[in-house]
């Protein structure tokens, strides 16, 4: 049984070429136009529609395995398919039920987990967060404080989550709580999930600096779940949720993002008239090899997943070369707005109207979250570079 | 203005102007975008006329007085248009010639009853004060408004000082904001507040409007842009001053790996660094404010000094707000904390008057023809 889900053909007998198509033709005839490229996350009742008809065609879960109700990509169409997806300017699934659980359920999960879980995931019923960071584990989450008391046949967890990504929209959330306390930090460290209607937990939207709500305070007060929502060994947790799968860690480093940053940057340079001068297009240049030479790097850590190989701790730089790109550009771009650079919403330029600050309130967070650019130069200085630490 | 007397206005204007996270916050999206009780306590104290002569009943102290003033209200990111009215505005009022409207508009302008804003910017915007979006026809002895201007501090304004084109030049036109034909479409930045975009529909002007005739329109323009620009800079000293304190107060408390970050030798760098552009632009700010006040500064200097600061600090504040965010991580980019109003601040500021690369290119401008 395939979790109810049947694939019209095997998609890996296609050629790449054929496949490209194929997939291509889907997202541009019937991903809706208004969709495409926003400039912030969009809600379940913005795109739900979208992802229930990806769940309808059985294209929800492009990476699962067949036999768990995917797609079963191999690497390389998997990366076609993402590839098609970021070009389209379709926003990723943001469920972290796709993303997260059903893969680590797929790999540590015990058969009746997978049978309560993994079909309304693919059905796009239940919707998953993510409960990681907290206020004094950001960088540092394995010092997470949040705890998880085993009493009988349940846990009960006390303690409190931030930055989850639309928690709003979630109907369940997935936690790392400290289950031993005695234990080395990452040793004690569970993973559990969560029905987020369970007693005791309440979310609270947190505003950004740019007017949005995409992201939430997650208090859990006393909330209990069954033991058999553990998921792997009791305190084996770190482990659990390190196992982020190889084109999960490459997808923050795709150039897409700032390819897209680009075209807003010539836009606005058109309007300006400054396509023409000779000083702002030195400084385009050096972006677009910036860019070109992310996407030629990009590349090459590709073809590592696309054979299925391991990636190694190189595979951080792609992570900082692309979000500080993607600054750059957006800094490059408010400056090229001139009078309009600290304009908010469309601001009309010329015959056009244009988000100018758009792109600059996404690339500033971009070196924050998914591990800090410090982290990751920490790694590369450490396990690449060989340096002292 | 002697050293005492600056130090006793900067000690009552930093005693005035403190933050006050949940006004500036009331003040986003809202109009009007300013407390007119608040710009009647600062007019109270004199602040409105340290640039209008005691011939006109100001205060005569000067730009040196005016920074000390736009620093102190950047650092505590107040609403208040101190120098798009009290500079800008002003300026182009008083050195206008119309004697008249001087003496009809300027007490009133120092007494903190009337709010203006100065409407000389086209639609693409730009530094060059002879561009303007209006036009000015002549019909029965009067003058007809077609256009638009663009990025007007203040769209709450009682009224604004247009720059429009007459068949003999340049002009500045005191117009009310109820006038017939005046359209004023709000634009909103990035923290909360709005400019104005104008649109002149056959607006009725005037030789009894007339701030400025042709003779001096140019002169006056170039003058109170340099004079606001200068003032600008010293409001965005006052915010990056002000975000990199924050900072640094964070970087001492925060705790990730059992350490306080600030230990941390790349974030001390860094923050060194920062530090070293906000000295930049203080010692700027000096630079340029000394030489506007300099009676022997020629309009090429003037404008040299503004650019100078305006670039500088531009700059400065732009990446010590950006990089204040990096180092807060993910608390910086909540709107709960304080950080983000800095940052939106510094944006909206930063572009207004000229941005950095507008003001380096007119610096380049004014040294290459020299």
């Known amino acids: ?389 | 203005m002697s050293d005492d007397t600056l130090r006793m206005l900067r000690d009552s204007a930093a005693d005035f102007a403190k933050l006050d996270p949940v006004r500036v916050r009331r003040f986003r999206n809202a109009h009007p975008g300013f407390d007119r009780s608040v710009w009647q306590q600062m007019a109270d104290m004199g602040w409105l006329g340290v640039l209008i002569p005691e011939a006109h009943q100001g205060m005569g102290l000067g730009i040196g007085a005016a920074v000390i003033i736009a620093e102190q209200l950047g650092r505590a990111l107040y609403p208040e248009p101190y120098c798009a009215s009290a500079m800008l505005a002003t300026l182009s009022l008083l050195h206008g010639d119309s004697e008249e409207l001087k003496q009809r508009y300027l007490p009133q302008l120092n007494a903190g009853k009337l709010v203006a804003g100065l409407a000389w910017q086209g639609e693409g915007g730009g530094l060059d004060v002879a561009q303007c979006g209006v036009l000015a026809r002549e019909h029965d002895g009067k003058f007809v408004l077609e256009g638009k201007s663009r990025f007007v501090e203040i769209p709450d304004a009682d009224a604004f000082i247009v720059s429009a084109r007459t068949a003999h030049g340049l002009e500045l036109h005191w117009i009310a904001r109820d006038a017939a034909g005046l359209a004023c479409t709000p634009e909103p930045r990035a923290d909360g507040s709005a400019s104005a975009l104008l649109s002149f529909d056959r607006v009725i002007a005037s030789a009894a409007t007339r701030v400025a005739s042709a003779s001096c329109a140019l002169p006056a323009l170039k003058l109170a842009v340099d004079y606001a620009v200068v003032g600008a800079s010293a409001e965005l000293l006052g915010i990056m001053d002000s975000a990199l304190a924050l900072t640094l107060d964070y970087l001492r408390t925060r705790v990730q790996f059992g350490k306080a970050i600030g230990s941390f030798q790349a974030l001390q760098h860094r923050a060194v660094d920062l530090y070293i552009q906000k000295e930049l632009s203080r010692a700027a700010l000096e630079s340029a404010s000394a030489t506007l006040a300099d009676p022997s500064c020629t309009t090429e200097q003037r404008a040299a000094a503004a650019s100078s600061v305006k670039a500088r600090a531009s700059q400065a504040a732009l990446a010590i707000c950006n990089e204040a965010l990096q180092m807060h991580g993910a608390i910086g980019f909540t709107d709960e904390y304080d950080l983000g109003l800095y940052l939106n601040r510094a944006l909206v500021v930063s572009a207004w008057l000229g941005n950095a690369s507008a003001h380096r290119r007119r610096y380049s401008s004014i040294l290459e023809a020299a």
């Not at chain 1, 987020?196 to 007017?211: E, F, L, N, Q």
Request: with cysteine.
């Open chain 1, 1 to 389: 049984m395939s979790y109810g889900v049947t694939q019209e053909q095997e998609w890996n007998a296609l050629s790449d070429e054929e496949f490209r198509a194929l997939v291509r033709t889907e997202f541009e005839t019937h991903h809706p136009r208004h969709l495409r490229f926003p400039p912030r996350r969009l809600r379940w009742a913005e795109n739900g529609d979208w992802y229930l008809r990806m769940a309808a065609k059985g294209w929800i879960a492009p990476s699962w395995p067949r036999e768990f109700g995917g797609m079963g990509l191999s690497p390389s169409k998997m990366l076609i398919f993402l590839e098609e997806q970021e070009r389209c300017g379709i926003a990723r699934f943001q469920d972290h039920g796709i993303l997260m659980v059903g893969p680590v359920l797929i790999r540590f999960g015990t058969e009746a987990q997978r049978r309560r879980y993994l079909p309304p995931i693919l059905a796009c019923e239940e919707i998953w967060c993510q409960g990681y960071s907290e206020p004094n584990a950001g960088s540092d989450l394995a010092s997470l404080r949040t705890e998880a008391a085993q009493e009988g046949d349940e846990f009960v967890i006390d303690g409190q989550k931030t930055w989850t990504t639309l928690a709003q929209d979630a109907t369940h959330m997935f936690v790392l709580a400290r289950s031993d306390k005695n234990a080395k930090k990452q040793e004690g460290i569970s993973f559990l999930l969560l029905d987020i209607k369970a007693p005791g937990i309440s979310v609270r939207p947190i505003r950004d600096i740019a007017g949005h709500e995409e992201f939430c305070e997650v208090f859990l007060d006393h909330v209990r779940t069954p033991a058999s929502n553990l998921v792997g060994e009791l305190n084996r947790g770190w482990t659990v949720a390190k196992s982020l799968l190889g084109f999960e860690r490459i997808h923050i480093g795709s150039p897409k993002l700032p390819e897209y940053g680009l075209q807003v940057l010539r836009s606005v340079a058109r309007q300006q008239g400054m396509l023409d001068d000779p000083v702002f297009r030195e400084r385009l240049a050096r972006l677009q090899l910036d860019v070109a030479h992310l996407g030629d790097i990009y590349g090459h850590f590709a073809a590592i997943v696309g054979r299925g190989e391991q990636l190694g701790p190189e595979v951080s730089l792609l992570k900082i070369w692309a979000t500080e790109t993607f600054q750059r550009i957006a800094d490059l771009i408010i400056e090229t707005a001139g009078d309009c650079g600290g304009h908010a919403g469309d601001v009309r330029m010329g015959d056009q109207s244009i988000d100018i600050l758009a792109p600059f309130y996404k690339a500033r967070p971009s070196t924050i979250y998914g591990g800090s650019n410090e982290i990751q130069r920490n790694i590369l200085a450490r396990q690449v570079l060989n340096l002292p630490g």
